[in-house]
């Protein structure tokens, strides 16, 4: 624990509204592997030119399918290796020593145990059943998606106390909220978050048979005749720390998390509720938290999915928690180039939003069609536009009716 | 291959934290327990009924029974922000071992499979039911789930938190168990958030 988080994290009255700005958190590296290959920057590109990545599915049999793209890299990547990956290059870019790592938790935000639903019947008879884990050989594990967070933090160097985060599309942005607000209340001074999403069968089995794709095989966020969505590759991992840390170790952070916030809707299994107002809390949560206006957000990442209910109800959250500023604040979805990442979404959308502030571009909002009067925004259409503000929004939704929004600013 | 649903189990339910080593827990995060349930309770609690919508697994369907036991038990005051933290280690294992055995034999996957393949579904049927208006969370872990119980109350996200922790029963003659309990700041502050 940092000594500036301590006596940041003094006694707050139990139950009272007690936000406070979160200056002292920042992410100090960042990556990303998708269906545009590895690194943050070949994904940056993508959304910049606002060019899709989704195609007939290879990877699994999609014939008896009512839809058959998704945003996937080639071949059948191993889910374990490719989050070990991240994690380490993640790590690599923050500067953090072997002692640093050993020192740090992991979150790790999967749908679940990947292992579960088709483990044989001896894999279950023992207590620590050999599974193959990282490609370089069998390890013995538990079943169970902490025991598999566990495997990633320990083939990765992170310390043993991994946990793991199951909350659907909004996952990881609570493992980021979780990281920063524990780094803000001097509770931690470093996370690793991590999160992995691989197109495979089942879920893509699932949303097929819910007609959640999309059957004309693009993503088309707040537009006339979007047709639902489509499942994409992501898997990623950011190093969160206190500034101070960061600083002590003589890193530069990438970004700065000023605030986060999060809110239920209490209206539905799997609706939106369509006024918007628990994602309007989520986002108010995170503006006051970092203590400034609507009108000082440049950009908002939005979740976008390009469903009927849940872009206009999200658009009508923007317009609540936003005011006048909605009117003109530049919106995109990146999912309309790299797809649905499920419970890594969250994370590789924050990645791309700190990554277009830094670069002070902002990303395409792909496969528009046309205006949508229920989401009227002011989107980013054709091209790439200049980053004008210091502040980004990331927005994500879950079934459940769970809502999240990060802030990120310039360090 | 014989799937985990037809052997002998080696996820022991007995071993599951019960309600009183829950609280023991919970006030060692700081965290006052306001109201709890379990399931099951008594021998008549067999088959919980299903919610509109929810289909072949006992998963939700527990989840929802516990949810209501508790806060059923709560003494209303005010009208607090409340969380739903759902944990689970395994998540829906029948949904999920009958879906993969539909993949793979090329068989169709029911259309309402789709709504609950996550556990924010039943999550969110609670928090529409109760009009819990606060975040909604899944996690592996019960310890996981009392530090971030704590934390989001004192970030103050949160007033309280419903956590309910399922695990699905697999061999025969055992059943499903689940603990829910409502919890609110504690006399101590939380000095015990992990890590």
């Keep these: 624990v940092s000594e500036g988080a301590k006596s940041d994290g003094a006694n707050p009255s139990p139950g009272a509204r007690t936000r406070r700005g979160a200056g002292s958190v920042v992410i100090s590296g960042a990556s990303v592997v998708s269906a545009f290959g590895r690194g943050v920057d070949a994904l940056l590109c993508a959304t910049l030119d606002g060019r899709s990545a989704f195609q007939p599915v290879r990877r699994f049999d999609v014939s008896g399918r009512r839809v058959g793209s998704a945003a996937t890299m080639p071949g059948s990547p191993v889910l374990v290796d490719e989050l070990v990956r991240v994690i380490g290059e993640a790590c690599d870019e923050a500067g953090l020593s072997a002692a640093q790592r050993a020192d740090c938790p992991l979150f790790l935000a999967v749908h679940g145990d990947p292992a579960v639903a088709r483990a044989s019947a001896d894999a279950h008879r023992s207590e620590l059943n050999e599974l193959r884990e990282l490609s370089d050989g069998t390890v013995k594990r538990e079943l169970g998606v902490g025991a598999f967070a566990n495997v990633i933090a320990h083939g990765s160097g992170l310390s043993n106390s991994a946990r793991a985060y199951t909350s659907a599309c909004v996952a990881a942005s609570t493992a980021v909220a979780d990281a920063a607000a524990m780094i803000a209340r001097g509770h931690a001074t470093r996370v690793v978050v991590a999160a992995g999403y691989l197109v495979e069968a089942d879920q893509f089995a699932l949303f097929d048979a819910g007609r959640a794709l999309a059957v004309d095989g693009q993503v088309r966020p707040f537009s006339a005749k979007r047709t639902g969505l489509l499942l994409g590759d992501g898997v990623c991992a950011v190093v969160v720390e206190s500034a101070s840390a960061c600083g002590e170790r003589g890193a530069s952070p990438l970004v700065r998390i000023a605030g986060w916030g999060r809110a239920g809707d209490a209206y539905h299994v799997c609706q939106p509720r369509p006024d918007g107002a628990g994602l309007a809390r989520a986002i108010t949560a995170a503006l006051h938290r970092a203590s400034i206006r609507p009108d000082e957000v440049g950009y908002v990442n939005a979740h976008g999915s390009g469903t009927k209910q849940s872009d206009v109800a999200e658009a009508a959250a923007i317009h609540r928690a936003l005011g006048d500023s909605a009117a003109t604040v530049p919106v995109s979805s990146t999912k309309s180039v790299h797809g649905q990442a499920l419970e890594a979404g969250a994370l590789l959308e924050l990645i791309v939003t700190l990554s277009a502030l830094r670069a002070g571009k902002l990303p395409v909002n792909a496969g528009y069609l046309g205006p949508d009067e229920d989401c009227r925004l002011h989107l980013i259409l054709d091209q790439s536009v200049q980053a004008t503000a210091g502040y980004a929004l990331s927005l994500n939704v879950a079934f459940g009716g769970a809502n999240t929004a990060l802030l990120v600013g310039a360090p | ?195």
Excluded: Y
């Design chain 2, 1 to 195: 291959m014989t799937s985990i649903i037809d052997t002998v189990s080696t996820i022991d339910t007995a071993s599951m934290t019960d309600t009183a080593s829950l609280a023991d827990a919970a006030g060692a995060s700081g965290l006052a327990v306001a109201a709890a349930a379990s399931w099951p309770e008594s021998e008549e609690d067999d088959v919980a009924p299903s919610p509109a919508g929810f289909v072949v697994s006992s998963f939700s369907p527990v989840i929802a029974a516990v949810a209501d036991r508790c806060l059923g038990r709560r003494i209303s005051a005010g009208e607090p922000v409340t969380a739903v933290i759902l944990v689970s280690s395994l998540g829906d294992v029948v949904s999920a071992v009958h879906v993969a055995r539909a993949v793979d034999d090329g068989k169709r996957v029911l259309p309402l499979l789709f709504f609950q393949s996550v556990p924010n579904a039943v999550a969110g049927h609670v928090a529409a039911k109760w009009r819990l208006t606060g975040p909604v969370m899944c996690v592996g872990d019960v310890s996981d789930a009392l530090d971030a119980a704590a934390l989001l109350i004192e970030d103050g996200d949160a007033d309280e938190a419903l956590l309910v922790h399922m695990e699905q029963a697999f061999s025969e003659g055992t059943r499903d168990r689940a603990q829910a309990v409502l919890l609110q700041a504690g006399a101590q502050h939380s000095e015990g958030v992990r890590p």
